[in-house]
T-cell receptor, first 113, second 115 residues
């Protein structure tokens, strides 16, 4: 079975600063996708960024980027120039079959004005 | 285009009752998945349906069942409700459910409280 671990239950960052959220996963598969989802108080899970395991280049989406270390099974999310609207729960997720996503327990991020 | 819509938004039920949750996927999406999110935890996979067929089932008891209709909308049914079924139930749709090519798009969820 695949497992996803987020070891930081809560984090905070000053507005405009940079923060990194950690995620590790365990799998014996070679072909898979990794995702970061954001869940604000409105409850809707929103896709932030995704990474294909066979691509060595780290994914980037505007202020969001990942550090994907396949051998270490690590997938961290870096948020640059943090904004108040980034305050939310962040979930790391793993998918290797297309029919079942495995989620971590989440990291609650607070951006401090 | 409308996103994934779920109804109802909130629901309060008594132990032993039955509940039906509904989900309409994004137009053009053929796959619907259901997840249970207990307070303070990440979502846990319950079911995935694609083209009206069950493609995957998580580690949930037989009290949980689901189906997908010809218009790709879906229902999640839970019988004999237990206090532990209290959670946010999330529906997600994707284009074809293929690995990674079609990430999940979530609705706002149904908050179920069992008393």
């Amino acid at each position: 079975a695949q497992t996803v671990t987020q070891s930081q239950p809560e984090m905070s960052v000053q507005e405009a600063e940079t923060v990194t959220l950690s995620c590790t996963y365990d799998t014996s598969e070679n072909n898979y996708y990794l995702f970061w989802y954001k869940q604000p108080p409105s409850r809707q899970m929103i896709l932030v960024i995704r990474q294909e395991a066979y691509k060595q280049q780290n994914a980037t989406e505007n202020r969001f980027s990942v550090n994907f270390q396949k051998a270490a099974k690590s997938f961290s999310l870096k948020i640059s120039d943090s904004q108040l609207g980034d305050t939310a729960m962040y979930f790391c997720a793993f998918d290797n079959t297309g029919n079942q996503f495995y989620f971590g327990t989440g990291t609650s991020l607070t951006v401090i004005p | 285009d409308a996103g994934v819509t779920q109804s109802p938004t909130h629901l309060i039920k008594t132990r032993g009752q039955h509940v039906t949750l509904r989900c309409s996927p994004i137009s053009g999406h053929k796959s619907v998945s259901w997840y249970q999110q207990v307070l303070g935890q990440g979502p846990q996979f319950i079911f995935q349906y694609y083209e009206k067929e069950e493609r995957g089932r998580g580690n949930f008891p037989d009290r949980f069942s689901a189906r997908q209709f010809p218009n790709y909308s879906s229902e999640l049914n839970v019988n004999a409700l237990l206090l532990g079924d209290s959670a946010l139930y999330l529906c997600a749709s994707s284009l074809d459910g293929g690995i990674g090519n079609s990430p999940l798009h979530f609705g706002n969820g149904t908050r179920l409280t069992v008393t």
